[in-house]
């Protein structure tokens, strides 16, 4: 079995997911409307969910996600 290599991150989660949203953000403003805007839009809106979940998995009172939109149960 090959053996995996370990890479030990120098900087935490959070942090690099905000550097890389700013570097998106800086490319997304810097090109015309289009597919190419819209799609590092979507990698950005990925990146503030995954900072959002990490901060929630690494919060010390641990809730789960609360959801703004109404739910509708089947039959109610």
């Given at each position: 079995?090959?053996?995996r ?6 900087k935490?989660?959070?942090q690099r997911l905000?550097e ?16 190419e ?9 990925q990146?503030d969910?995954?900072?959002r ?5 690494n ?6 996600p609360?959801d703004?939109?109404?739910v509708r149960?089947a039959?109610?």
């Amino acid at each position: 079995m090959v053996e995996r290599k370990r890479l030990r991150q120098s900087k935490p989660l959070k942090q690099r997911l905000m550097e890389f949203a700013e570097e998106v953000r800086n490319e997304a403003n810097s090109l015309p409307p289009g597919v190419e805007q819209n799609q590092l839009q979507k990698k950005l809106r990925q990146a503030d969910a995954a900072a959002r979940i990490d901060e929630w998995a690494n919060s010390a009172e641990l809730q789960p996600p609360t959801d703004d939109r109404k739910v509708r149960v089947a039959g109610r």
